[in-house]
């Protein structure tokens, strides 16, 4: 006779119990796959990119930079070339002269500004110029004179939305090229020029009536010191509108040989790229 093994009263569960240990490993195992399902997800989803970087290269090539400090900023497009001028020689276009794009490990933030729908901008100088801008902008703020960065290193595609909005408003390239350099020709892919203005009298940014400011008379007393010079001043010889607004930094051995006239025998050195350093 087989006899039935009953479970002992203190084994058997009581039937709420019983229940709850039944829910309480399906809440395990459904938290299980909820967790394996998100990760796998996760792995797969693109990476996210702010949109101040999806919309400006150089936001996006910072961000490629800082994840990669390997990456310089890659190589720009081949530029507009005037008839039978190639890269093997100091090339010209409309009065400006070819520049190579600035590595963008050699740039720092100069100023940053609220823009159109809600997008913050922000302006770069290569790090000797900067310096000597802020330097420079201390001096003025003692003399209380207020000298304000507005537009620092460009890249070419900026360069070209600015040149041919100029050659819609002008009518021909020729013309645009007197006041807004074609891309690939601005002095401000170095990262070496700046446009300043005066921040108590912004209603002369950017126009010739900034020669009546205090600090266009600052500059033309006291810029060289600081390793700065006027771009384009009247009757220049490139035939570029008076610029009284744009400048140039000089006060490096590789700025000024950026910008001393070239000859076939002459090459640029080719600044090499250095870590951005931040401290709070
Ligand atoms: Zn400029």
């Known amino acids: ?49 702010p949109p101040l970087a999806a919309q400006f290269p150089l936001g996006a090539a910072l961000q490629r930079s800082l994840s990669n400090p390997t990456l310089p ?14 890269r093997d020689r100091p090339l010209e276009l409309l009065g400006h002269r070819h520049y190579d794009q600035a590595f963008i490990d050699n740039l ?51 360069q070209r939305q600015l040149f041919e909005a100029q050659v819609q408003r002008q ?14 020709y601005s ?3 170095t990262g070496y020029a700046v446009d300043l203005a005066d921040g108590l009298a912004r209603a002369k940014d ?30 220049n010889p490139q035939g570029i509108i008076f610029e009284p607004w744009h400048w140039r930094y000089v006060g490096s051995a590789h700025a000024q040989h950026l910008f001393e006239p070239q000859t076939l025998e002459t090459t640029l050195p080719k600044p090499k790229p250095r870590w951005l350093t931040y401290s709070c």
């Open 1 to 49: 006779m087989v006899l039935k093994s009953q479970p002992s009263p203190t084994q058997q569960k009581p039937e709420p119990q019983r229940c709850l240990t039944l829910w309480s490993g399906w809440a395990r195992l459904m938290l299980l796959i909820i967790g394996v399902v998100l990760s796998w997800a996760i792995s797969t989803m693109p990476v996210f990119l």
């Open 73 to 86: 900023i890659p190589p720009p497009p081949v530029p507009l070339l005037a008839q039978g001028e190639t």
């Open 108 to 158: 720092t933030v100069v100023s940053s500004y609220g823009a159109a729908k809600g997008i913050q901008r922000f302006e770069y100088l290569h790090q000797d110029a900067a310096l000597a801008l802020m330097k420079m902008s201390d001096a003025a703020r003692a003399d209380g004179v207020w000298i304000v960065p507005v537009s620092g290193f460009r890249d070419q595609e900026r």
């Open 171 to 184: 009518g021909s390239p020729q013309s645009a090229a007197q006041s807004v350099a074609p891309p690939g």
């Open 187 to 189: 002095e401000h892919h």
């Open 206 to 235: 950017i126009s010739r009536r900034f020669v009546d400011t205090q600090a266009f008379e600052w500059l033309m007393a006291h810029g060289q010191d600081f390793g700065f010079e006027l771009s384009f001043p009247e009757d």
